[in-house]
């Protein structure tokens, strides 16, 4: 039987950032580990229970000769999708980046209704 390779990445040349998402009473707060990009390089996109980032690196990381397979690869990008654990509103997310981290905060979007005692 023949086994497919998959390498850790999306496409050639696009790593996945590595994430921290922690969960609050009234936000979402994800983390992104973004090395080598500058802030105006960065896109986020988010809906109500999904968050995708993309990035551009501005220099270029270049691997040569590290596996028994993969021999030379140069990454240029970040791309990763996340499921959220719950519905956000993306109209009032926030979002900072400093030092090559990116961080949101990402207010739960909440079901509760008050109900009269008649």
Do not use: Y
């Not at 040569?64 to 959220?84: A, M, P, V």
């Amino acid at each position: 039987m023949l086994r497919e390779f998959k390498p850790s990445w999306h496409t050639i040349g696009c790593l996945e950032p590595l994430i921290h998402i922690h969960e609050e009473d009234d936000e979402i707060v994800v983390s992104a580990d973004l090395p080598c990009v500058k802030k105006e390089d960065v896109k986020i996109f988010c809906a109500q229970r999904s968050l995708e980032i993309q990035a551009t690196m501005s220099r270029h990381v270049k691997f040569e000769k590290w596996g028994t397979i993969q021999r030379e690869i140069t990454f240029n990008s970040f791309k990763r999708s996340i499921d959220l654990p719950a519905e956000v509103i993306p109209e009032e997310a926030k979002a900072s980046f400093k030092s090559g981290i990116l961080t949101l905060q990402l207010p739960k979007k909440t079901t509760k209704t008050r109900i009269e005692i008649d």
